[in-house]
């Protein structure tokens, strides 16, 4: 008789790099539940860009609510790197206000990863670190 093959689940960590562009033109619901989804997957999200503050707190408050009603899922752990300097010169932060009217966020980088997976995120003015489980 011959052996059945079956497909293990590869044990591991994926991240998933979106661009801003992907989320753009979406509202702000559609943009929590797309990120959402991915996070459920056990996926660390490197999103090109941020969320404006009220759809981060959406996002977490969203979280929170699911905490102890989706097994195994225990939070989001979120963290943004951006050029936000205090040492610009006051050309130089118009300079960049207009370019973020113009573009948008997407001089920033923001990690979002399920808190069984992530398990903290220090940031320093330089640097971001990423402890994993």
Same mark, same amino acid.
């Given at each position: 008789?011959?052996?059945?093959?079956?497909?293990?689940?590869?044990?591991?960590?994926?991240?998933?790099?979106?661009?801003?562009?992907?989320?753009?033109?979406? %509202? @702000?619901? +559609?943009?929590?539940?797309?990120?959402?989804?991915?996070?459920?997957?056990? *996926? #660390?999200?490197?999103? =090109?860009?941020?969320?404006?503050?009220?759809?981060?707190?959406?996002?977490?408050?969203?979280?929170?609510?699911?905490?102890?009603?989706?097994?195994?899922?225990?939070?989001?752990?979120?963290?943004?790197?951006?050029? %936000? @300097?205090? +040492?610009?010169?006051?050309?130089?932060?118009?300079?960049?206000?207009?370019? *973020? #009217?113009?573009?948008? =966020?997407?001089?920033?980088?923001?990690?979002?990863?399920?808190?069984?997976?992530?398990?903290?995120?220090?940031?320093?003015?330089?640097?971001?670190?990423?402890?994993?489980?």
């Amino acid at each position: 008789m011959a052996k059945k093959k079956t497909k293990k689940k590869a044990d591991g960590l994926t991240l998933q790099f979106m661009p801003y562009s992907e989320i753009s033109t979406l %509202d @702000s619901v +559609e943009r929590i539940k797309k990120l959402l989804k991915i996070i459920l997957n056990n *996926k #660390v999200v490197i999103l =090109q860009g941020r969320l404006k503050p009220e759809e981060e707190s959406r996002l977490i408050e969203d979280t929170m609510i699911m905490i102890g009603n989706i097994p195994g899922f225990k939070g989001v752990e979120l963290a943004v790197i951006s050029n %936000d @300097s205090e +040492e610009k010169t006051f050309f130089k932060k118009v300079k960049f206000g207009i370019a *973020k #009217v113009l573009v948008g =966020q997407q001089d920033a980088i923001t990690i979002i990863g399920p808190a069984s997976i992530v398990k903290e995120m220090k940031r320093d003015p330089k640097k971001l670190e990423v402890m994993m489980r």
